[in-house]
């Protein structure tokens, strides 16, 4: 993995999970691209969950197990496996944020501070929007943040020449 810049919470360095809040399930953030102060506001995830779907010596090896646990029913085919997300190598969703990672990656140039720490996905939707219409991303025209939208519904061209 390339040497990225470090996440910062209140002027620590969060480095591994064990460095949040017991039941964090996500943050949100702010990243800052120094030479042109440009910013973006997001959410991120801690865990990626998705389904397998099982080879067919696990399924013979899970069909075996339920058979002497005496459970019935049809054997799930998949198996939701639970991994850490790529939190700390993450610098955002937003385009111009994506492409400025690509090619300036180091840490150098870049500030990445998280704002707050949440527990659930409901909340994490929540206080990213509370956070995006308190620094007003979409309709100040001196913000340096780059949001471009909020929840799909509200975007910046909306605002016309206010931004």
């Known amino acids: 993995m390339p ?15 064990e460095d949040m809040p017991k039941g964090t399930y996500g943050f949100i953030y702010e990243v800052r691209y120094k030479p042109t102060d440009i910013r ?3 959410k991120k995830v801690l865990y990626f969950e998705r389904n397998k779907k ?4 696990a399924l013979q090896a899970l069909k075996e197990e339920r058979s002497t646990q005496g459970l019935k029913g049809r054997t799930p085919l ?6 850490e997300s790529d939190w700390k190598y993450y610098f ?14 180091d840490g150098k140039n870049w500030e990445k501070r998280i704002l707050e720490f949440v527990p659930n996905k409901k909340l994490l939707t929540y206080y990213e929007t509370k956070h995006l ?4 991303v979409l309709e100040n025209k001196y913000s340096a943040h780059i949001n471009d939208n909020i929840l799909g519904k509200f975007f910046s061209r909306d605002f016309g020449d206010t931004k």
């Open 133 to 136: 219409f308190l620094n007003e």
């Open 3 to 17: 040497t990225t810049a470090t996440w910062m919470y209140q002027g620590r360095v969060i480095t591994s999970i």
């Open 78 to 83: 998949k198996q939701k496996i639970i991994t």
């Open 40 to 42: 973006y506001i997001g």
């Open 54 to 57: 099982l080879g067919k010596k």
């Open 92 to 105: 955002g969703s937003q385009k111009e944020i994506l492409e400025l990672s690509k090619t300036d990656n």
